[in-house]
Each structure stands twice: as structure tokens, then as C-alpha cells.
């Protein structure tokens, strides 16, 4: 049985954003390796993760929560990400590709969130 969270596409899209953050916070310094790419990328897992934890939850109220947290990792992950852009870290199609990414993902979110808030009222 296929779990409800893999039918979410807000879920899919940052799994595909989780990939690129693996594969650009290859590109960063190696004295950034405990520093700064261990934070994006756990930023970026904590996004699809808490998702999937909202998903699986059984009221309205626990779902919410879960899906707010996973908004506040995104925040947290575009912050990062300006710091990369702002430290000349990574190529300007690299913080375009990210951004355009994290501007899906927060507008799918968004939604989800003002939808089950809706729920709850």
C-alpha cells in the first residue's frame, strides 16, 4: 500500500529539491563540510520528512503542525541559501535553479497549510 504522502505533490517536488541541495552542497568548500553544508542539507531533509510526518498524522491540528515545520526548514534552507549567494559560494544558475525550486515548494506548501487550516476553523 502505497503511503498518502507520496501522492502529494508538494512532497515529490522536495524530494527533487532535497537531490539538487545534495548535489550543489557538493560544489562547496570542503572547510564548509560541517559547517554550512551539513545545514542545508538537513534543512532540505527535514522539508519532505516532516511532509511525510504531517501526512501520516490522524487530526487536522498534528497535520498542520508538521506541515508549518516543513515551511520553517524551507525558510531556513532559503536563508542558507542567500548566505551561499552572498559568500560567492555558488554560481548564480545554481542560486536560480535553487530559488525557482524553493518558490514551488513554498507556494505548494502554502497552500496545504491554508488548506488544512481551513479544516480546523
Known amino acids: ?8 505533490e508538494v512532497w515529490q517536488k522536495s524530494l527533487q529539491l532535497t537531490k539538487v541541495i545534495y548535489e550543489i552542497t557538493k560544489k562547496l568548500p570542503a572547510d564548509e563540510k ?10 532540505a531533509v527535514s522539508i519532505p ?3 511525510a510526518e504531517g501526512a501520516a498524522r490522524q487530526t487536522q491540528k498534528d ?3 508538521f506541515f508549518i515545520i ?4 524551507l525558510s531556513e534552507l532559503d536563508t542558507q541559501v ?3 549567494k552572498i559568500m560567492s559560494m555558488i554560481s548564480e544558475v545554481d542560486i536560480q535553479s ?5 518558490d514551488s515548494v513554498d507556494s505548494l506548501l ?3 497549510v491554508r488548506y488544512r487550516r481551513s479544516k480546523i476553523i
Do not use: D, F, P, W
Open 34 to 43: 560541517y559547517g554550512l553544508v551539513s545545514q542545508m542539507r538537513r534543512a
Open 98 to 102: 535553487i530559488h525557482k525550486q524553493i
Open 49 to 51: 520528512s516532516n511532509i
Open 82 to 84: 542567500e548566505l551561499t
Open 63 to 65: 497535520t498542520l503542525q
Open 110 to 112: 502554502s497552500g496545504l
Open 70 to 73: 516543513a515551511r520553517g526548514s
Open 1 to 8: 500500500m502505497e503511503k498518502s504522502h507520496k501522492r502529494l
